[in-house]
């Protein structure tokens, strides 16, 4: 258990929906990164923020948006959702904002688009 | 931002030494060297980091040469339990540059 929590496991929906993803660090981390991984793909990194503030943004779609709250956690909105966009999404947590930061990743949200 | 090459896949006996090799020709002065390992349907887990000759934990051995173009990672007597996805990643603290973490390098272990 890598103590990053995420919500919920598994989701199915339809093309054109929005659906949101939620993440929660470990205690003490204050980054939180959001992956996409299609399936035998590898890791695609979609965005980093750090205590609250966006660090680096990867492949992010312009449909798909991210904020980190003031407790720390995290949500994922994907919207107008189309059938390519189903993947298992990841989030990571660590202490600091830098490349060597060990990530944390949780157990990641299956998205079934239909 | 410092790109890595691996092998797409790897297959091994049980019981072997399995070395995972990396190259990364453009890693820059800060940048560390770090292996993650992905079991299917899992996040990826940290194993092993380092920045120049050799690191050894519990669960693996990191060797980098002196001019850290490359990196091995060295997997002790595999067992089935070892089947997964290794990635190799090259970064720093310095800079807004994310992880990239590519494709890595599918190990199959076989009985």
């Known amino acids: 258990d890598s103590g990053v929590t995420q919500t919920p496991k598994h989701l199915i929906t339809a093309t054109g929906q929005r659906v949101t993803l939620r993440c929660s660090p470990r205690?003490?981390?204050?980054?939180v990164y959001w992956y996409q991984q299609s399936l035998d793909q590898g890791l695609q990194f979609l965005i980093q923020y750090y205590n609250g503030e966006e660090r680096a943004k990867g492949n992010i779609l312009e449909r798909f948006s991210a904020q980190q709250f003031p407790d720390l956690h995290s949500e994922l909105n994907l919207s107008s959702l189309e059938l390519g966009d189903s993947a298992l999404y990841f989030c990571?947590?660590?202490?600091?904002?830098?490349?060597?930061?060990?990530?944390?990743f949780g157990p990641g949200t299956r998205l079934l688009v239909l | 931002l410092a790109k890595t090459t691996q092998p797409i896949s790897m297959d091994s006996y049980e019981g072997q030494e399995v070395n995972i090799t990396c190259s990364h020709n453009?890693?820059?002065?800060?940048?560390?060297i770090t292996w993650y390992q992905q079991f299917p349907s899992q996040g990826p887990r940290f194993i092993i980091q380092?920045?120049?000759t050799k690191v050894t934990n519990e669960v693996a051995s990191l060797f980098i040469p002196a001019d850290r173009k490359s990196s091995t990672l060295s997997l002790p007597r595999v067992s089935l339990s070892d089947t997964a996805v290794y990635y190799c990643?090259?970064?720093?603290?310095?800079?807004?540059?994310?992880?990239?973490f590519g494709k890595g390098t599918r190990l199959s272990v076989i009985a």
């Open positions: 990643l090259v970064g720093s603290n310095s800079g807004n540059t994310p992880l990239v």
């Open positions: 990571a947590s660590s202490v600091g904002r830098g490349g060597r930061e060990t990530q944390y």
């Open positions: 380092g920045y120049k």
């Open positions: 205690s003490g981390d204050l980054s």
């Open positions: 453009n890693i820059a002065t800060n940048d560390y």
